[in-house]
């Protein structure tokens, strides 16, 4: 008996260290459902202020994405879910499906986990999370430092992280900051984790990416560039 006990408990570390690196899509149906939260049963492959997506299927071939959600609450047995417009794909040519999510409609929790951004002072703290993150797509900081660029924005605000999101599809943004590393979700940006990291002292700004500096402009408003690389990111994900 006390074989079978140690064998449950690790395997729910194991499930649940897995859904921390990497992120584990986790779906499960709606149990319960109103205008602004559902309920669904509680699991530890989900952490509280974690995003996912709710699919309503319309027959047996044919489902649509029709909300987002975000989890506000989990007691073990069950978790509610904040209902949320799903932003990602949307597309401003077509009318919105304007179906709300009911009870049997299947959520997808941590989804899109496994696409990050990433957010490093210097580029050994980039080679040292990406190599130990393998299992995560990492999107580039050229690609966002070009975006920035164009914008002259040295100065990513949430916002801009956002629409970075969900121009190349991605969930999580990941934060270095001194000595740690934060996952940080795209849509609520709520921490989902936390991690220790090598620190080092090199910094450049905004981030560590091949483009090099990225000019402000006079003729840009809120163009003003970083001053602290810490300061600066600590404030934006609240730390």
């Not at 492959?45 to 609450?73: M, N």
């Not at 991605?170 to 620190?199: M, P, R």
Request: with cysteine; hydrophobic share 40%.
């Amino acid at each position: 008996m006390k074989k079978l006990c140690l064998l449950f408990c690790l395997c729910v570390f194991s499930a649940f260290a897995q859904a921390q690196t990497p992120f584990v899509a986790y779906k499960t149906p709606v149990l319960e459902s109103n205008d602004k939260h559902l309920v669904i049963a509680d699991s530890p492959l989900f952490v509280l202020g974690a995003s996912g997506i709710v699919r309503h299927a319309f027959d047996e071939k044919t489902s649509s994405i029709i909300a987002r959600v975000d989890v506000i609450a989990k007691d073990g047995v069950n978790a509610t879910l904040r209902v949320e417009k799903f932003e990602m794909l949307s597309q401003m040519a077509f009318p919105e499906a304007g179906i709300k999510p009911m009870k049997g409609d299947e959520v997808t929790l941590n989804y899109l986990y496994d696409r990050a951004l990433i957010v490093t002072p210097n580029q050994e703290t980039y080679r040292d999370v990406t190599k130990r993150y393998s299992m995560i797509t990492w999107v580039h900081p050229d690609l966002i430092a070009t975006h920035l660029a164009k914008l002259y924005r040295p100065n990513p605000d949430k916002k801009l992280f956002q629409e970075m999101c969900y121009q190349n599809t991605a969930s999580l943004i990941f934060f270095a900051i001194q000595s740690k590393g934060y996952f940080v979700d795209c849509h609520n940006f709520n921490t989902i984790y936390t991690t220790d990291i090598q620190e080092n002292a090199n910094t450049m700004l905004p981030f560590y990416s091949r483009i090099g500096k990225v000019e402000s402009s006079w003729f840009s408003w809120g163009s003003s560039e970083i001053k602290d690389y810490t300061s600066y990111y600590s404030s934006l994900i609240g730390k």
